[in-house]
């Protein structure tokens, strides 16, 4: 099969072989590409979509970027059950297998160094979620007296101190929330060989219901993730109307700094 050459991830060479019915990006197999003791896992993609034009234009297409990631995700799920790939970014593409040795012959001393690194280690998200109230916890948006009668219209000064008491307890409540969240990162990452902290998710991009006030991502031994996942669970309602969310586990993504 022609076509430029899609490149998931690195890896040092394994024995255990792929599912047989997994396909890549582009519905194309991947298979293994070896180059100086290392293995790049490839596949053949069409120049139509991703030569470097028509890509550009593609990622702005976000059904065929979905399909895509999913694609690649697939990929590298398949890898870490077998592996501890270094996974590529998304979209890394070649003209020909020569460009892949290329680039693994220029970089082939940060590879090693990262993969041995994360050898036999694996990553876990874990976010945190704090269910959102009003700020000042009027709901009803009416000032004082607004359409009641008068011997049942709360007086101004009484007004202004309600409000400041419902002010004082939401204060209190996402002061709570977020000590939580410090010392569940605490714990996790005392655990943890690494984690990294990422930037808070947009509720409007992600779909998810409350403030995000953790977003982390834990390097884990692979051995020891069962003990990190009862971690984790015994936290979960440590603190009323949190929720915590565990992902994972992953290639390590987060931890692939190098490259």
């Not at 996974?87 to 082939?108: C, H, K, N, Q, Y």
Request: net charge negative.
């Amino acid at each position: 099969m022609t076509g430029l050459r899609y490149v998931y991830a690195i890896c040092h060479p394994f024995g255990t072989p792929l599912q047989a019915q997994l396909t890549g990006v582009a519905g194309d197999p991947p298979r293994l590409l070896h180059h100086h003791g290392l293995v790049a896992v490839v596949s053949h993609v069409p120049e139509r979509d991703f030569a470097e034009g028509p890509l550009r234009s593609r990622l702005e297409d976000l059904d065929w970027l979905t399909a895509t990631a999913r694609a690649h995700q697939g990929v590298i799920d398949a890898l870490t059950v077998v592996t501890t790939p270094l996974p590529l970014r998304l979209g890394t593409v070649f003209w020909d297998d020569s460009g892949v040795r290329v680039m693994i012959e220029e970089r082939e001393e940060v590879f090693r160094r990262t993969l041995e690194r994360l050898h036999g280690r694996v990553e876990w998200g874990v976010k945190v979620y704090a269910e959102s109230e009003p700020a000042d916890g009027d709901r009803s948006g009416a000032g004082p007296g607004d359409g009641l009668p008068a011997e049942k219209a709360v007086s101004g000064r009484d007004y202004l101190r309600q409000r400041r008491m419902r002010m004082r307890t939401n204060e209190n409540m996402w002061q709570q929330a977020e000590a939580f969240a410090g010392r569940l990162h605490e714990t996790l990452s005392a655990f943890a060989e690494d984690s990294r902290l990422h930037a808070p998710q947009n509720a409007t991009l992600s779909g998810a219901s409350g403030r995000n006030l953790l977003n982390a991502a834990y390097l884990v031994p692979r051995e020891e993730s069962e003990e990190f996942v009862e971690l984790v669970d015994r936290t979960k309602d440590d603190v009323p109307g949190m929720r915590v969310e565990l992902t994972g586990p992953w290639a390590a993504y987060s931890f692939a700094g190098e490259e």
